[in-house]
């Protein structure tokens, strides 16, 4: 049965309006931003579809273009209007970060790091431009790789740094299939980034690595590193 054949107390839209939306399931929020099926599919069953395959909402959050193309009955509008709300939500945790000094108050970031980043299908170096108050001011993702292996540049970070005028970089990268644990390539390619933005005399603040069970700061287990 189509959904505005349903009794009114139970479409999604009328029971966001009479009971708030904490008293919608995931499908039902995502039913109102899909707004129809596909045939066989209200927009309900459709969202279900949809949120178990990418593994419930975090996992919607990290999905491309193209991973929600690939959905049946998912198409160019729906897809917009989905990766729009997805990016309100990641914007959001992400605000905080460009009011208050991250280094001091590392919950924020690490936050909008588990919504941004743990749910991601393969690797990501990303960037954190932080001005002279350790505010966030950017964040660029630099480089994209496979599940295992990402390609970093010494030169284009310095590049990128000295383009956003940065007073000061953080490092993030992801592990997607393992956790949260520096291997030595991890070690030696920091070690190498700090020794090449110390020579444009921009401090490299932290590199922390997102795993599939947390978070690791570098600093922390090795703070010998970003004193070089």
């Not at 030595?184 to 090449?196: K, R």
Request: hydrophobic share 45%; aromatic share 4%.
């Amino acid at each position: 049965m189509h959904i505005k054949n349903w009794p009114e107390g139970d479409r999604p839209r009328e029971m966001l309006l009479e009971k708030g939306p904490e008293a919608l399931s995931d499908a039902a929020l995502l039913a109102i931003l899909l707004r129809t099926g596909r045939q066989g599919k209200n927009a309900i069953a459709l969202a279900r579809e949809m949120i178990s395959r990418f593994g419930g909402l975090n996992g919607l959050m990290m999905a491309t273009q193209e991973d929600l193309l690939s959905v049946k009955g998912i198409g160019k509008a729906k897809m917009a209007q989905i990766l729009a709300a997805m990016e309100i939500v990641k914007r959001r945790l992400r605000q905080p970060l460009e009011k208050i000094n991250i280094i001091e108050n590392p919950r924020d970031l690490f936050e909008y790091l588990k919504a941004s980043m743990s749910n991601l299908s393969r690797e990501e170096f990303r960037l954190l431009h932080l001005n002279r108050s350790k505010h966030l001011i950017a964040e660029e993702v630099l480089f994209r790789g496979t599940v295992d292996e990402s390609a970093v540049y010494a030169r284009e970070v310095v590049e990128s740094a000295l383009r956003k005028r940065a007073s000061a970089l953080i490092f993030v990268h992801n592990h997607p299939t393992g956790p949260a644990e520096s291997s030595l390539e991890d070690m030696e390619l920091t070690i190498s980034l700090v020794n090449a933005c110390k020579a444009v005399d921009i401090p490299v603040l932290d590199h922390v690595i997102v795993g599939n069970d947390g978070f690791l700061s570098m600093r922390q287990e090795r703070p010998e590193v970003f004193t070089i």
